[in-house]
């Protein structure tokens, strides 16, 4: 678990863990990436409660990066990824562990209600979707797989640094060398949403730069690019809803999303000399 600045959302997660079963050995190992806000300290504290709890520094930035290190540092024979800032269910170890007996891969479920009271409560959604009309892929917020493959595939790699992206780009290395990536409803994460115009338009920003490089990479394996006439009829339904969004901080927060892709698609267009839109 990779973390940056997270003192005031990682003790939820540790004690999500710390209190996770298991028939079998496991451990924790969790990976300050340069905070500077007392991260370490805390994570440290818990190991009070986990013996296995390991804490580890990576200056080198990117949560590619410390994922990777990490990684270096374990012993286990399934690998499993989430963030700090989110909250595992019970169950959920015990669950992608089990799945992970019969794929490659896995990810699991995402409650998007649990941590994000402002919004409508909604029921979890699968974790494992498509991105550019192309295969599957699993967010590492909710991620398992086994050591074998991650060795094989070479671990994660940084799009550009601090970009999104790192997750879709190993889960279609993984399946384009042969492997599977299987769904496990029964492993839940509680998903914590940015909130704000600026915070949305930024996150979304990352992920539309992110997906121009992703574009780049797998093209010719099948990676697509938005038509125009597809992208134009997006741009319409955004403007005739602007009224609204001027009214409603959540429609002014998606359209802030919507806009941050755009600019972040048009700046990896640029840097990798494509059109992609």
């Known amino acids: 678990m990779p973390v940056f600045n997270g003192v005031e959302t990682l003790g939820a997660q540790l004690d999500a863990l710390v209190a996770q079963e298991l028939d079998g050995d496991w451990e924790l190992i969790v990976v300050d990436n340069g905070s500077t806000d007392g991260t370490p300290d805390l994570a440290r504290r818990s190991a009070d409660r986990h013996p296995h709890l390991l804490v580890m ?3 080198m930035p990117g949560a ?3 994922r990777n290190a990490g990684i270096a540092r374990s012993s286990g024979a399934v690998l499993l990824f989430c963030d700090a800032d989110d909250v595992a269910a019970p169950g959920w170890l015990a669950a992608m562990v089990r799945r992970s007996a019969t794929a490659a891969l896995v990810g699991g479920w995402i ?11 909604r029921p979890t959604r699968d974790g494992c979707v498509s991105h550019l009309g192309f295969l599957q892929s699993a967010p590492t917020a909710n991620l398992a797989v086994r050591r074998e493959v991650f060795d094989e595939i070479g671990g994660f790699r940084n799009l550009y640094l601090g970009a999104a992206g790192e997750d ?5 290395r993984a399946q384009l060398s042969g492997f599977d990536l299987a769904s496990e409803p029964e492993a839940v994460v509680a998903y914590r949403l940015r909130h704000g115009v600026r915070l949305r338009f930024t996150q979304a ?3 539309g ?3 121009a490089a992703l574009y780049v990479r797998f093209r010719r394996a099948g990676a697509q690019r938005t038509r125009l006439r597809v992208l134009g009829a997006q741009q319409a339904r955004h403007l005739g809803a602007m009224p609204r969004a001027l009214r409603s901080p959540k429609f002014r927060e998606r359209h802030a999303a919507w806009y941050g892709q755009r600019v972040g698609r048009l700046v990896g267009s640029v840097e990798h000399r494509v059109a992609f839109f």
């Open 57 to 59: 520094e990576e200056q």
């Open 64 to 66: 590619a990066n410390a």
């Open 111 to 121: 409650d998007t209600s649990s941590l994000n009271p402002s919004r409508r409560p």
């Open 168 to 172: 879709v780009d190993f889960c279609w």
């Open 205 to 207: 920003y990352g992920y």
């Open 209 to 211: 730069r992110a997906e």
